[in-house]
């Protein structure tokens, strides 16, 4: 069983800078390519980043690229999401996701989800 943890997200300025993190337990976490996704009220989840299991792979969506920085430290069983240049449009419910096929559309294993909200 994959087990999948969240750091608190937080409230940030407009222009500030957040960092999340999520821990896998449950399997080994290099086995697994990673990925955040998102949700704001009312909207569909959509994609974020994603990383591939050794990490040289990135990929990321057109409305956090260059904004936004996606690692993972396979010792730590941890994938970090940057998020820098904050707008108010990223706010939404973040999630991590885990799939050992790479699957970056609809991943295997989900976490719980952690509240981030940019205040204009």
């Known amino acids: 069983q994959v087990q999948l943890f969240e750091s608190a997200g937080g409230l940030v300025q407009a222009g500030g800078s957040l960092r999340l993190s999520c821990t896998v337990s449950?399997?080994?976490?290099?086995?697994?390519?990673m990925a955040w996704f998102r949700q704001a009220p009312g909207k569909e989840r959509e994609f974020v980043a994603a990383?591939?299991?050794?990490?040289?792979?990135?990929y990321y969506s057109r409305s956090v690229k260059g904004r936004f920085t996606i690692s993972r430290d396979n010792a730590e069983n941890t994938v970090y999401l940057q998020m820098d240049s904050l707008k108010p449009a990223d706010t939404a419910v973040y999630y991590c996701?885990?799939?050992?096929?790479?699957?970056?559309?609809?991943?295997?294993?989900w976490g719980q989800g952690t509240q981030v909200t940019v205040s204009s």
């Open positions: 996701a885990a799939d050992p096929n790479s699957d970056y559309v609809n991943p295997d294993y």
């Open positions: 449950g399997r080994t976490f290099s086995d697994y390519a």
């Open positions: 990383i591939s299991w050794h990490g040289s792979n990135t």
